[in-house]
């Protein structure tokens, strides 16, 4: 894979180096000469200042997921270089400063210089853009969305960054200051081991938050973010043992996880099944190499009526699928027809399965290694490689054929979940059309509960979609009329994992919110392929919303600051991922920022959405001021919830972003794999997961 390519590198001894503007050059690189350098040194230093100066373009946003993408960005760097077969173990430490620690035990950043900057290739690595990798060439790199924009980004918005490369029997160093380098690359000691280690001070001055008041608070990275991506990395990472540490306890106490899967991505799917009914054990399982495109799978049907199927490529979430998920799901649907048809397990009348048919109740991982991903699609997370389709889908095909042949019995379980589907397929479209008539006859009826607002243009409206009666009641007493509905909604709404899905309409919720919204369906493109008639069924990852009577062009989902409340979130947005994903696709979905206190003091009264503002308003209040503490909604007077969650001049709101709602999804499935009791402690644990949408 990954070779040395020395007509890159130059290797380099010390009488022969000499100093150009701080950089340090080979005199023996034919290529180069002293004008060039100079050119190229202003080159890299006008591509760190940009960096600086706009770097949301560069990794999204200076909030919590800019911070994060950071860490990401460093940590594949190791992870390529697992990929590459080099490195076996990598470990990440949030140290008591906030500064973060990366080691592996790779081959450690090439010291040599590179031609083509005339710098180390570590230097060359932290200063130039997109350097990343530049040497040897080959091998599959992480470099899809937004990540891949390299250690320079990283290294640009630190206010110190300490690397340490373990090569050739010595310890070399290099710091560097807001992307500056103190100094150059220099042998500190000797060693014998190999590998690398980098840490970095995020800068202060590029990431922070602005409260309500306009101050900038300090952000950190969270146990639980690094937590879910470091399992899912060591998931898709067979082998690769995964330290996390954090040091930051003020008590000193420190925090350790680690994580190998020898299973790989079978242990993931065990993971996301472990409380599930499953229909054969152990997960179906393989890897295959086809011209140079890797295809990992694994699968296992369970009594759901969801599917839960996760992409990857080169180790990156392909959120919107693609080219790889398109083979795979050709090939599910194939084999699984072929195989009832062979064994005489479905009539030679009956019709083919759909894809929905075969995926009901299915949990699968698709991992592919791709050399030269190219990523499409708005959020760039939809694999284009054209070539990967049908690699994935013979690899599939093959292995899925032995596998039914090898196993009878679940076969011909997984071929009845596949004739139960087609059933209550056909069952809730019947049921569907009868909501069609009723629906026609009634046209406009809209549900009783929904107070509407008087103006019908729905760019200026807003909808409210609230937890329980009593909150129900103050927002509609605290609401503009004008332009603000509210819905409210009674207790949670339903899993829509446990339902089948034609029969998520037959909740009153889930009704409400539907012709409340004034929501509608487009005929599916695999229905027009079935032949069917306008079904018009919502499904999983539906792309057949129809938008064009939607009534209000801000859907605000407003629930309670507490743990039952992110779960109602995470129901919403779960639903709303799954069969009403172009409302947050066209950002028409939002969420309300209630306050946790109200804190008063004679006259003076302020609202905290925080603890940290809590605590500074409380230090400047003293003693004598009064804490409240909203336990929901509902607790509030009217007009407390007007000014501090409805009004528009001062409100905040938190649009949701498509990879939020995923997310979502995603942690939602991660509950669902989770034990009773330790699925509820998830949940409360990784309420902010939903609750703090970084836009
Ligand atoms: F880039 C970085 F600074 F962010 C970073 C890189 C951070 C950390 C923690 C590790 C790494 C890193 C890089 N680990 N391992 C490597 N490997 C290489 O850069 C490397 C080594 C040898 C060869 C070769 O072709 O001989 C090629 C590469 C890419």
Not at 637 to 642: A, H, R, T, V
Request: aromatic letters at 6%; one cysteine or more; glycine letters at 8%.
């Amino acid at each position: 894979m990954a070779k040395k390519d020395s007509s890159n590198i130059v290797s380099l001894s010390s009488d022969e180096k000499t100093e150009n503007n701080g950089v340090t050059v080979s005199k023996t690189d034919p290529t180069n000469s002293g004008n060039e350098y100079t050119a190229k040194n202003i080159d890299v230093l006008e591509g760190l200042e940009a960096v600086r100066k706009r770097p949301g373009m560069y990794i999204g946003s200076t909030g919590p997921r800019g911070l994060h993408h950071l860490v990401w960005e460093i940590v594949d760097n190791s992870v390529d270089e697992a990929l590459a077969g080099y490195c076996k173990n990598i470990s990440l430490t949030v140290n008591s400063d906030n500064s973060i620690t990366v080691i592996d035990d790779g081959r450690g950043i090439p010291t040599d210089i590179v031609a083509k900057t005339g710098k180390s290739g570590v230097e060359t690595v932290f200063t130039v853009l997109h350097a990343g990798g530049k040497f040897g060439g080959g091998g599959y790199k992480v470099s899809g969305g937004l990540h891949g924009v390299g250690a320079s980004v990283v290294n640009a918005l630190s206010s110190r960054l300490e690397v340490e490369v373990y090569l050739n029997g010595k310890i070399y160093k290099q710091v560097y200051l807001r992307g500056k380098p103190d100094g150059g690359l220099e042998v500190i000691g000797q060693t014998d081991i190999k590998g690398t280690k980098v840490t970095f001070w995020p800068d202060d001055e590029v990431f922070f938050e602005v409260n309500e008041d306009l101050e900038k608070n300090h952000i950190a990275v969270e146990w639980d973010v690094l937590v879910i991506r470091l399992r899912e990395m060591s998931f898709l990472n067979k082998g690769l043992t995964i330290t996390l540490t954090d040091n930051r306890d003020p008590e000193g106490e420190q925090k350790t996880e680690r994580f190998c899967y020898e299973g790989g991505i079978a242990s993931y799917v065990d993971y996301l099944n472990s409380t599930r009914t499953v229909l054969h054990k152990p997960p179906i399982y393989f890897e295959q190499k086809k011209d140079d495109i890797v295809v990992e799978c694994s699968l296992q049907w369970t009594d759901l009526f969801s599917e839960s199927v996760y992409t990857f490529v080169n180790n990156i979430n392909t959120h919107d699928g693609g080219t790889h998920l398109t083979g795979f799901r050709n090939a599910l649907t194939r084999v699984i027809n072929d195989y009832a048809r062979k064994n005489n397990l479905v009539k030679e009348s009956e019709a083919n399965f759909s894809g929905e048919d075969v995926r009901e109740g299915l949990t699968a991982i698709v991992s592919v290694k791709v050399p030269d991903p190219q990523f499409e699609g708005q959020t760039k997370e939809r694999l284009g490689n054209r070539e990967v389709q049908g690699i994935t889908q013979a690899v599939t095909s093959d292995r899925l054929i032995d596998w039914l042949e090898i196993n009878p019995k679940p076969a011909k379980d997984i071929v009845g979940k596949a004739i139960q589907a087609r059933l209550a397929r056909e069952a809730a479209q019947k049921a569907k059309n009868l909501i069609r008539r009723q629906s026609a006859l009634e046209n406009s009826s809209l549900p009783g509960k929904l107070a509407d607002c008087s103006d019908r243009d729905p760019a200026n409206c807003e909808i409210y979609l609230v937890e329980g009666d009593s909150a129900g009641g103050s927002a509609k007493q605290g609401r503009n009329r004008n332009f603000q509905a509210i819905l409210p909604l009674r207790g949670k709404i339903l899993n829509v994992e446990r339902v089948q899905p034609g029969r998520i309409y037959e909740n009153t919720e889930v009704q409400a919110m539907i012709q409340g919204l004034g929501l509608s369906v487009k005929e599916s493109e695999e229905e027009k392929e079935a032949g069917s008639k306008g079904t018009g069924l919502l499904r999983p990852n539906a792309q057949n919303l129809d938008l064009s009577k939607l009534r209000y062009h801000k859907v605000i989902i407003m629930t309670d600051a507490d743990v039952d409340g992110s779960h109602i979130r995470t129901l919403l947005l779960t639903f709303f991922f799954r069969y009403a994903r172009p409302l947050v696709e066209q950002g028409y979905c939002y969420i309300a920022q209630p306050p946790l206190y109200k804190v008063e003091k004679g006259k003076r009264i302020e609202y905290c959405y925080n603890e940290h503002k809590l605590e500074a308003v409380l230090a400047e209040l003293g003693d004598k001021a009064i804490i409240q503490r909203f336990k929901g909604l509902g607790e509030m007077m009217p007009e407390q919830l007007w000014e501090t969650t409805m009004n528009p001049e001062t409100r905040t709101l938190k649009q949701v972003t498509v990879e939020d709602a995923s997310e979502a999804d995603h942690i939602f499935d991660l509950l669902m794999g989770e034990a009773v009791g330790p699925r509820r402690e998830f949940i409360e644990k990784n309420a902010h997961l939903v609750a703090n949408l970084d836009v």
